[in-house]
């Protein structure tokens, strides 16, 4: 399987602060890969590196092209899609004007009226809410706003920045079974970062784990979740 | 009666007015956080266009859309050339480049057109509407085109995919890029587009307190106290902030005793600072809160 997205090197800086050395991290065509690691190791950098969203230096390859160095609305239109941290709602906008934010890139109105419905598809609450302020929505359904508005994009990769956070359990349920099912029917690949490792690891085929910045095991979903000391130390299971 | 709704008329005319710079000032507060002190100076400069276009021979309305036209282009380059290098500069450095090309603007002006007050046409003819005492045909024009201008603004924000674009830029920038927007090309267009509403206002008032450099700077004032009084950070609110500063400004020179065309603008002011003591985000804005 060829690499979708894959760094060598990937250095991160905030101002003078180096935060991220020498990565080399890939997602294969079609995958799911997970980043983990405890609070502060660079995983969020990581997601803003690939993006534009973060000054960094080393090679940043997506579909064979190199995106390092382009601004992140380059990046975007190329085939990325990023659900930050945060979830980036426009609360102001209402749900509907957030997803047709998310297609603002595209000119087919009946592919994108088309995909508004596929999204409401998935997530029905969103569609109840649909005239609704988004800054008025809970926190669960701004989180399925901000991967509404991801997918509105049509991306071949989807970059999801803790999308448990904060979240109910049968919430984040629910959203995990959406993620998986949007890699298999859509065929989006993903790279999730999540503090929940159990769930992220049941999903994902791929696995990394940094720490202060520096990979300190990568391999498959299983060999990660599988190792003991792994598990001990970092994942806290 | 008649006296009220000549002065209310009167007072929405040139409410209108304050109203489009007020506007223009906070489409530019939206897109870079700045308050554009050279608002008027722009408005003032495309206007000595619109005269001198006029002067070798133009019909009005081809001058006019000419000069709409330039002034858009205008502002998307001064915003390109001179605003886009500073972009994170600290807040002094942009005041700083603001007053300077409020100086330039000004200067300019008077160095290639003179100093000397000019007429400027307008095209509703003069007297009143219909005949009546009511409200004068140039004011009347203003009002028209005003409101046909806000209209055009409110559909193009509202119902289009550009001006919604633009105004996730201007609500989250980095949300904004997330979906693929050129956030930078938004902000262009948002000067571009201040600009071009500064020229029709200057354009249009420029028949009532004539022609010359300085013609704006008072406008200027009642624009930001409109704004600031609708909330800089809603645009509808400071379009009625504009239209509340023409009519009260007229109405209190007309009913306060004592007070005459010399303290209009002083009684404006005042009952703008009053509303802000009690509403200190304006009318309808919202207070912004900063994380330290």
Redesign the interface.
């Known amino acids: 399987m060829t690499a979708l997205i894959e760094t060598r090197g990937l250095c991160a800086f905030y101002g003078d602060v180096q935060v991220l050395f020498g990565l080399d991290l890939a997602v294969e065509e079609g995958g799911i890969t997970a980043l983990l690691g405890a609070n502060g190791a660079g995983k969020t950098t990581t997601l803003r590196a690939l993006c534009g969203m973060v000054r960094s230096r080393g090679e940043i390859r997506f579909a064979g092209q190199s995106i390092a160095g382009l601004l992140t609305e380059t990046i975007v239109r190329r085939g990325i899609a990023h659900v930050p941290e945060g979830r980036g709602t426009f609360s102001r906008q209402t749900v509907e004007e957030n997803l047709q934010i998310g297609a603002i890139t595209r000119r087919d109105r009946a592919g994108i009226a088309a995909d508004i419905e596929r999204v409401y598809g998935y997530f029905p609450r969103l569609k109840e809410r649909r005239n609704q302020q988004a800054g008025t929505l809970s926190g669960g359904e701004q989180q399925m706003l901000a991967v509404g508005r991801a997918m509105m994009l049509r991306p071949r990769l989807m970059l999801l920045d803790e999308p448990s956070f904060g979240l109910a359990p049968m919430i984040v349920e629910e959203m995990f079974a959406i993620f998986g099912t949007l890699n298999r029917r859509e065929r989006m690949s993903m790279l999730i970062v999540e503090q929940n490792a159990a769930l992220v690891l049941a999903l994902a085929d791929r696995a990394y784990l940094i720490e202060t910045g520096s990979l300190v095991m990568a391999g498959s979903a299983s060999e990660v979740g599988g190792d003991e000391n792994i598990r001990r130390s970092y994942l806290g299971y | 009666m008649g006296l009220f709704l000549h002065q209310v008329l009167a007072g929405i005319a040139t409410g209108g007015i304050y109203a489009c710079m007020g506007l223009a000032v906070v489409m530019i507060y939206q897109a870079i956080d700045h308050l554009n002190f050279a608002q008027g100076e722009m408005a003032m400069f495309s206007t000595f266009v619109a005269w001198q276009l006029i002067q070798w021979g133009a019909p009005y309305w081809v001058a006019f859309l000419a000069t709409v036209a330039i002034s858009f282009a205008a502002g998307v380059a001064i915003d390109r050339i001179v605003f886009k290098p500073i972009h994170g500069a600290p807040v002094l450095s942009h005041v700083v480049v603001f007053i300077a090309m409020l100086s330039i603007l000004n200067s300019g002006a008077g160095y290639i057109w003179d100093y000397q007050i000019k007429t400027f046409p307008s095209p509703f003819g003069s007297g009143n509407l219909f005949g009546q005492n009511l409200v004068s045909r140039h004011d009347a024009g203003m009002i028209a085109v005003t409101l046909m201008m806000l209209m055009a603004l409110y559909f193009f924000f509202r119902h289009t995919?550009i001006g919604?674009?633009m105004?996730?830029a201007a609500?989250?920038p980095?949300?904004?890029?997330?979906?693929?927007?050129?956030?930078g090309w938004m902000v262009a267009l948002g000067w571009g587009m201040a600009a071009a509403i500064g020229a029709i206002a200057g354009m249009m008032i420029a028949p009532v307190v004539f022609l010359e450099p300085n013609m704006m700077i008072s406008i200027l004032l009642y624009g930001f106290a409109g704004a600031v009084l609708g909330g800089l950070t809603s645009p509808g609110g400071a379009v009625l902030g504009g239209f509340a500063v023409g009519v009260i400004e007229n109405l209190a020179a007309t009913y306060i005793p004592g007070a005459g065309r010399e303290l209009k603008l002083t009684i404006a002011l005042f009952i703008i600072v009053a509303v802000l003591i009690f509403k200190p985000g304006g009318l309808f804005g919202r207070r912004v809160v900063s994380r330290v």
């Open positions: 995919r919604l674009a105004r996730a609500a989250s980095d949300s904004a890029r997330l979906a693929g927007i050129r956030v």
